[in-house]
């Protein structure tokens, strides 16, 4: 497999991660938007960003179909 | 008509859509096994995704969840997050190239791919035993919890024995029936409405109980701590560690969705499953958790274990009769969902990798016929110590997680890791497990937060990497399966059935 394939997929790994851990920053606050709490609403648009980011790591490491 | 009349008219629809759902799909259901078991290999996109994902949802997303959250808030989310939203999804690719090999040679079940994999028969039957193990006490709480609702949901005029019962025999025939493609049709249609149950009351309960910002600023209020992620107690960082190793390949680990994984058409339609998980997880949790949360404003001073059922109360307290009717059909199609996909694996098991492989003379079509009598004996059985008074079981089945997860290292080196041996898998099994059931037993100390996932983990990987390089290699048996990887990662066709799909 590709190395530059490989290190990409890592990098999308410690993003989410360190996203993970910039959502639980400021945890003393309790804003709330919409009826749903603030740091909620962030780990729902994490799933979003979770399906992106899935997608991508399955396009650099699972190989393509058809070659 | 009465409250009870239609929740019972509703669940008694529910339950001859499901048997009919079942009958449709045993019509096109053939006598050889890669037919009963994996639906000739040919589940596809909504299909095979629904199969996945509501063997893996539970009665626990309903009942418990909303329980933790009214109680703890929204910290378990937060702590869950990056397992469930990120991480698990990853699983996926684990699952696909254990579909590469598994159609290459025919395999159907987890313990007969490593058995193959590790040349052990040794490691096997641990590895059976260990499924089996930790499989039977989630079966059980199925049973108990499609009693305990059709109960309650009818006043005791359904009482716990028959709704049980008329629970088992649902699952029974239409596993017994349609196999692997009864369960994935019935998971599609049980996925859709407890999805859709979750995402109507979501809606529905703020307007009826005064709005969001009435509820929200009770809780600002009066429990301001439910609404920021804790770090205390179950939520502090040993915890959330232990949990993300819990949860992060859950799903590779559970037998009952490795099965359905393999049984996928093509690998895309495995790789779209995989992408869609986050996005159905959130449509599920989110509105379970949110409802705890609420819950905590609307309907004060629950205590314990009171607390799970806050959904049910709610929709009881505000909502119409037949939105309670939905949402018992919801709780069984949530309950069955999961216990149809475990009660065949493990028929699935018993059949090729005790009967088949120790009775050399079974053919195929004889191993379907075993299965079918072992879902009939397994879940009569099942349904028999349902009907004993057994407090402690639904402890042992969230336990389950624990010891599912200690077979991460042995799943993974065995599909990653050339050098990894049947000693060291053999080893790696036998620490994890013992740490799992002790850790269960209270036998050691909870240390800085750490649960017995974190040392059944870590350690049951430390041995296998140490034993395994101590040991003899293995190379004709792990080149036999890393030949069909590499022919797919240098360009070399795939296996006929994945082409021009």
């Known amino acids: 497999m590709n190395r530059t394939r490989l290190v990409i997929a890592g990098a999308i790994v410690i993003v989410m991660l360190a996203l993970q851990w910039i959502g639980w920053i400021g945890s003393t606050a309790e804003p709330v938007i919409l009826g749903i709490p603030i740091q909620f609403a962030y780990f729902i648009a994490y799933a979003a960003l979770s399906a992106v980011a899935v997608w991508a790591i399955f396009r650099l490491v699972w190989p393509a179909r058809h070659k | ?501």
């Open chain 2, 1 to 501: 008509m009465s409250e009870t009349a239609l929740v019972l008219l509703c669940a008694a629809t529910f339950i001859v859509f499901m048997a009919l759902l079942g009958r449709a799909a045993a019509a096109r259901t053939k006598h050889d096994a890669e037919s009963y078991f994996l639906a000739d290999r040919g589940l596809r996109r909504t299909v095979l995704f629904a199969a996945i994902f509501g063997t893996n949802m539970t009665a626990f997303v309903m009942l418990g969840l909303p329980g933790v959250a009214y109680h703890g808030g929204i910290s378990i989310w937060l702590m869950l997050a990056t397992p469930l939203l990120f991480v698990m999804p990853l699983s996926f690719y684990f699952g696909y190239r254990c579909w590469l090999v598994a159609r290459r040679y025919g395999y159907i079940t987890p313990v007969e791919f490593y058995r193959e994999r590790f040349q052990s028969d040794g490691l096997a039957i641990l590895m059976f035993l260990g499924f089996v193990g930790w499989t039977v006490p989630y079966i059980l709480t199925g049973v108990i919890g499609g009693g305990r609702a059709l109960e309650t949901f009818t006043d005791g005029t359904v009482p716990y024995w028959v709704g049980g019962l008329a629970v088992t025999l649902v699952v029974a025939y239409y596993t017994w029936a349609g196999g692997m493609k009864a369960t994935a049709w019935t998971n599609t249609a049980q996925t859709a409405l407890f999805m859709a149950f979750l995402l109507l009351i979501v809606l529905l309960v703020p307007s009826a109980a005064g709005g969001t910002e009435r509820i929200i600023g009770t809780l600002q209020r009066e429990q301001p701590e439910l609404l920021v992620r804790s770090w205390e107690g179950p939520f502090s960082l040993g915890a959330t560690v232990s949990q993300l190793i819990l949860f992060s390949f859950i799903i590779f680990a559970f037998p009952f969705v490795w099965v359905r994984m393999i049984s996928a058409r093509s690998s895309k339609d495995l790789r779209i499953s995989g992408i869609a998980y986050p996005i159905a997880l959130v449509a599920t949790w989110a509105p379970a958790i949110l409802l705890g949360l609420w819950g905590a404003a609307v309907i004060r001073g629950l205590a314990g274990g009171e607390a799970d059922s806050i959904i049910f109360m709610m929709t009881a307290q505000l909502l119409p009769t037949w939105v309670a009717a939905f949402g018992l059909v919801a709780l069984l199609a949530i309950v069955m969902s999961s216990m149809d996909a475990q009660i065949l694996t493990l028929s699935n098991m018993l059949s090729r990798d005790i009967v088949g492989h120790y009775r050399s003379t079974t053919s195929p079509t004889e191993q379907v016929r075993f299965a079918r009598a072992f879902v009939l004996v397994l879940l009569a059985l099942t349904y028999g110590v349902s009907l004993l008074d057994m407090p402690g079981i639904f402890d042992v089945a969230q336990f389950a997680f624990t010891g599912f997860a200690v077979f991460y290292p042995l799943l993974i080196a065995g599909i990653f890791w050339r050098r990894a041996t049947k000693w060291g898998a053999i080893a790696s099994l036998v620490v994890g497990q013992t740490i799992a059931i002790s850790g269960y037993l209270e036998w050691y100390p909870v240390v800085g937060g750490l649960q017995p996932v974190f040392w059944g983990v870590t350690l049951g990987a430390l041995s296998l990497v140490v034993v395994s390089l101590l040991t003899p290699r293995q190379d004709a048996a792990a080149d036999r399966f890393h030949s069909v990887w590499n022919e797919v990662r240098h360009g070399k066709p795939q296996p006929a059935s994945d082409q021009g799909k």
